[in-house]
């Protein structure tokens, strides 16, 4: 039998064949599971309960048991100058991007994503949510800053019809313009020759 993780289907299965009150074995047997797996199990959901085993109590259990074994992996809770870092800039408001395009240039390498201190934020420190300036999910942000971008480049450029009446006049060096128009073959040079 190869191994594999007991499942919430099988712990409610476990829980009605205990209460059916048949013993270890025969349990393993119509799980098609280890004997032993049986029992680990059973010892990791014990509660009083009329069968001794209760499924939302091992769901807990499991479900902690989890969260603690992937806590090694999280790169910001490992680190206590990476969080105070990461703690300080965000006061600062500094956007996730910032604080990791900064981390990039001083150690050499991308040390976190800033998918990574977003998830920091919404899933274990809420309360630094206030110091984002743009709220995650309210639009996305490369659209929101090209969006951004093209405002103020259009606000840039001055329109013809709202020219000064002096340029009209063309007395002053500037004021003449050309058009170019790209053919097929050769430049032509509007009002000129080519």
Same mark, same amino acid.
């Given at each position: 039998?190869?191994?594999?993780?007991?499942?919430?289907?099988?712990?409610?299965?476990?829980?009605?064949?205990?209460?059916?009150?048949?013993?270890?074995?025969?349990?393993?047997?119509?799980?098609?599971?280890?004997?032993?797996?049986?029992?680990?199990?059973?010892?990791?959901?014990?509660?009083?309960?009329?069968?001794?085993? @209760?499924?939302?109590?091992? +769901?807990?259990? /499991?479900?902690?048991?989890?969260? &603690?074994?992937? =806590? #090694?992996? %999280?790169?910001?809770?490992?680190?206590?100058?990476?969080?105070?870092?990461?703690?300080?800039?965000?006061?600062?408001?500094?956007?996730?991007?910032?604080?990791?395009?900064?981390?990039?240039?001083?150690?050499?390498?991308?040390?976190?994503?800033?998918?990574?201190?977003?998830?920091?934020? @919404?899933?274990?420190?809420? +309360?630094?949510? /206030?110091?984002?300036?743009?709220? &995650?999910?309210? =639009? #996305?942000? %490369?659209?929101?800053?090209?969006?951004?971008?093209?405002?103020?480049?259009?606000?840039?450029?001055?329109?013809?019809?709202?020219?000064?009446?002096?340029?009209?006049?063309?007395?002053?060096?500037?004021?003449?313009?050309?058009?170019?128009?790209?053919?097929?073959?050769?430049?032509?040079?509007?009002?000129?020759?080519?």
């Amino acid at each position: 039998m190869s191994y594999k993780h007991f499942s919430r289907d099988d712990r409610v299965r476990l829980a009605a064949l205990l209460n059916w009150g048949l013993d270890q074995k025969t349990i393993a047997k119509q799980l098609n599971r280890h004997p032993s797996t049986i029992s680990r199990e059973l010892s990791r959901g014990a509660v009083r309960s009329v069968s001794g085993y @209760y499924v939302i109590a091992a +769901e807990k259990r /499991k479900e902690a048991k989890r969260i &603690k074994a992937n =806590y #090694r992996f %999280r790169k910001i809770d490992n680190n206590h100058q990476l969080i105070r870092y990461v703690t300080e800039k965000l006061k600062l408001y500094w956007s996730p991007q910032q604080i990791a395009g900064r981390l990039k240039l001083e150690f050499g390498f991308t040390v976190l994503c800033h998918e990574t201190i977003y998830q920091y934020i @919404y899933k274990q420190h809420p +309360e630094l949510k /206030k110091y984002l300036r743009c709220r &995650k999910g309210k =639009y #996305r942000r %490369r659209a929101g800053t090209e969006a951004r971008l093209k405002r103020l480049e259009e606000s840039k450029k001055t329109r013809i019809d709202q020219r000064p009446m002096v340029v009209e006049q063309r007395l002053r060096l500037g004021d003449w313009e050309g058009d170019t128009i790209l053919g097929k073959e050769k430049w032509v040079v509007v009002g000129g020759q080519a």
